[in-house]
């Protein structure tokens, strides 16, 4: 199990945009599950609603490009690259992310070529899915 210190060490991301606070399993180019505690802390919350906080699905699908990005940032030909949106899709929202709640991280690198790949992605509360897409990314 990664924690945040080797998250860190593999992602180019820092707070207050680091979306990804633990992996729970990892197949390093292959698959990833990791987990985003959502606390009222979070910057965001402050506009997003004030009264009803609800996190953003483009954080959502943020926090799952990351989680993907640790899963092909941690082999060794990926070391210290840059991990970029292509695209997003065949993207659902199916609840609201709020705070309290443990955002589990799915993604499975379905393709994978030099500098590219697909990931299909999920993001879960408890066993309720609250998105779901699939994510191109571009190594940098």
Known sequence: M???KEIMATLPHRYPFLLVDRVLEIEEGKKIVAIKNVTMNELFFQGH??????????LIM???AQAGA???LSMDEYKGKIPLFGAI???KFRGKVV??????LEMEIIKLKKVAGI???AAFVGDKK?????LTFVIA
Do not use: H
């Open 99 to 104: 705070p309290g709640d443990q955002l589990r």
């Open 89 to 91: 899709d065949k993207c």
């Open 130 to 134: 609250v998105a779901e897409g699939e």
């Open 49 to 58: 609603f004030p009264g009803e906080p609800v996190m953003p699905g483009v």
């Open 70 to 72: 640790i899963a092909i």
């Open 2 to 4: 990664m924690d945040i």
């Open 62 to 64: 943020e926090a799952l």
């Open 119 to 121: 990931g299909k992605a």
